[in-house]
């Protein structure tokens, strides 16, 4: 069973677990406790790579989000084209009927449009993106004389590029390198090694004299403060902010919580 179902410790931000953990640290360099040191130390180095972790997953969401956005101008641009293209192959569908350019219209319209545009355009956007790849790879194989001679290949081309320049975009939001399993995964072990950690503050100055109880309540007093504030904002119904590792200035941003904000959490005690 883990440490933090034995304690009481609320979960932070992850910049409120540095400042408190860098803090802490310089205090037990000073009282000469090299056991304890090194929990500080691992718990530290925690802190940082999730604070890191955390910095790609917010700049991986926003590309993201960026990416869907550009990658609806395109598609209206695809759109745009794709009417074009059958509008042009239907101008040329009129003549005799012996009249070979309106029978390759006929055909790649029959072939590609028998729908209309609405059966390509109005499909979810990978499917969309798949429809397309097939329509260029029949032009490419069976009718390229028909786009030659129907003088579409300007705008095949440019649907060849725009299909290209969607699918980028596509890629950006499906690949967003870091996921939030992973940014919660790494804030679960840093909430454990804090735990380590408080453990070893009361294992190492256990109470007895009140030299002892007084270099302990220096010590955990970085921490204990932390955990005030949080409870402070909870008691508020306010999801905490984070802070400035190496300041403790709160960093205060509108919107959505951000990725280094804690967890909703039940109300309860702050560590005492």
């Known amino acids: 069973m883990e440490n933090a179902h034995f304690l009481n410790l609320r979960r932070m931000p992850t910049g409120r677990y540095a400042r408190a953990l860098r803090l802490m640290l310089a205090r037990v360099k000073d009282a000469s406790l090299p056991g304890l040191g090194e929990r500080l ?49 239907k101008s040329q ?46 032009l490419d194989a069976r009718f390229n004389n028909h786009v030659e001679a129907l003088g ?16 980028a975009e ?18 679960h072990q840093l909430h454990e090694a804090t735990c380590r950690v408080l453990i070893g503050v009361l294992y190492h100055l256990e109470a007895g004299e009140a030299s002892t109880l007084a270099r302990r309540a220096n010590i955990l007093e970085p921490l204990l403060d932390q955990q005030e504030r949080v409870a402070q904002a909870y008691s508020r119904h306010r999801a905490p902010t984070d802070v400035n590792p190496d300041t403790g200035e709160e960093i205060v941003e509108g919107g959505e919580p951000e990725a280094g904000e804690a967890e909703p959490q039940p109300q309860q005690p702050a560590l005492a």
Do not use: C
């Open 170 to 187: 596509l890629d950006r939001d499906r690949k967003p390198g870091v996921t939030y399993d992973q940014v919660q995964a790494a804030r």
């Open 152 to 167: 579409l290949r300007r705008g095949v081309e440019r649907l060849r590029r725009l299909t290209g320049e969607f699918k």
């Open 41 to 89: 130390e691992q718990a530290l180095k925690l802190s940082e790579q999730t604070l890191a972790l955390e910095l790609k997953w917010s700049t991986a969401r926003a590309n993201a989000t960026r990416a869907r956005g550009q990658a609806t101008l395109i598609d209206h641009q695809i759109d745009e084209q794709l009417s074009a293209l059958e509008s042009g192959i």
């Open 93 to 138: 569908m009129v003549g005799d009927d012996d009249e070979p350019e309106v029978e390759m219209a006929r055909e790649l319209h029959r072939t590609f449009f028998a729908e209309g545009v609405g059966a390509i355009t109005q499909k979810a956007y990978e499917v969309q993106e798949g429809l397309i790849d097939a329509m260029l790879a029949s």
